[in-house]
């Protein structure tokens, strides 16, 4: 069976820093990743998802993760964020095959201070 | 226009009662899934149809009963409500080439609030 951890409930930061979402996963077989956006009272978005090829991912919105087989680590980042980036931020991973079920972590509230 | 859209978005009601989560999708998509999120914001899968089939049934109570009259509609129906059931559930669809894949970007409605007193 699959699972997911996001290291961080919570992580604070400043305006135009910088941000890494934690993610590790684990798995026996061979996954997709995803990360998905929840803004405060609507449903969840895809920021961007890893299936095959290169290791290093881009979203929308300016986010970036990129996927690390030997770490099981799929960490999400942006160089500069953005007070409308303030969200919860959830990893997800499904197996490579039908009928596979997405399962997603616990989420990391991201706040962003002026 | 609102891909998925859900009704009712807030919903309180007293145990023991029964209730409805309708739940339509206008993208075209084979896929449709509910899903629940609890009070500390973690996100469960419950059920998921593919052109109106049954094809991910999670350990949920009995009491749930998704519908889907159409590839375009899937209904949630809860009989006999406890505090237990108290969350936001999400309508979320895909295109599913690969049935419940999850491969394909899923999208999801803005989620209904139950509350049960």
């Known amino acids: 069976a699959q699972s997911v951890t996001q290291l961080d409930s919570q992580v604070p930061v400043f305006e135009e820093a910088p941000v890494e979402l934690r993610c590790n996963y684990s798995?026996?077989?061979?996954?997709?990743l995803f990360w998905y956006v929840q803004y405060p009272n609507q449903g969840l978005q895809l920021l961007l998802k890893?299936?095959?090829?290169?290791?290093l991912v881009k979203g929308i919105n300016g986010f970036e993760a990129e996927f690390n087989k030997s770490q099981t680590s799929f960490h999400l980042r942006k160089p500069s964020v953005h007070i409308s980036d303030t969200a919860e931020y959830f990893c997800?991973?499904?197996?490579?095959?039908?009928?596979?079920?997405?399962?997603f972590g616990s989420g990391t509230r991201l706040s962003i201070r002026p | 226009d609102t891909a998925v859209s859900q009704t009712p978005k807030y919903l309180v009601t007293q145990m023991g009662n029964d209730k409805s989560i309708k739940c339509e999708q206008n993208?075209?998509?084979?896929?449709m899934y509910w899903y629940k999120q609890d009070s500390k914001k973690f996100l469960k899968i419950m059920f998921s149809?593919?052109?109106?089939?049954?094809?991910i049934n999670e350990t949920v109570p009995n009491r749930f009963s998704p519908k889907s009259p159409d590839k375009a509609h899937l209904n949630l129906h809860i009989n006999s409500l406890e505090l237990g059931d108290s969350a936001v559930y999400f309508c979320a669809s895909s295109q599913g080439a690969l049935a419940g894949s999850g491969v394909d970007e899923q999208y999801f409605g803005p989620g209904t609030r139950l509350t049960v007193t």
């Open positions: 890893y299936l095959s090829g290169s290791t």
């Open positions: 993208l075209g998509h084979d896929t």
């Open positions: 798995s026996s077989v061979s996954v997709y």
């Open positions: 149809y593919n052109n109106k089939e049954l094809i």
């Open positions: 997800a991973v499904t197996r490579h095959s039908s009928a596979s079920k997405i399962i």
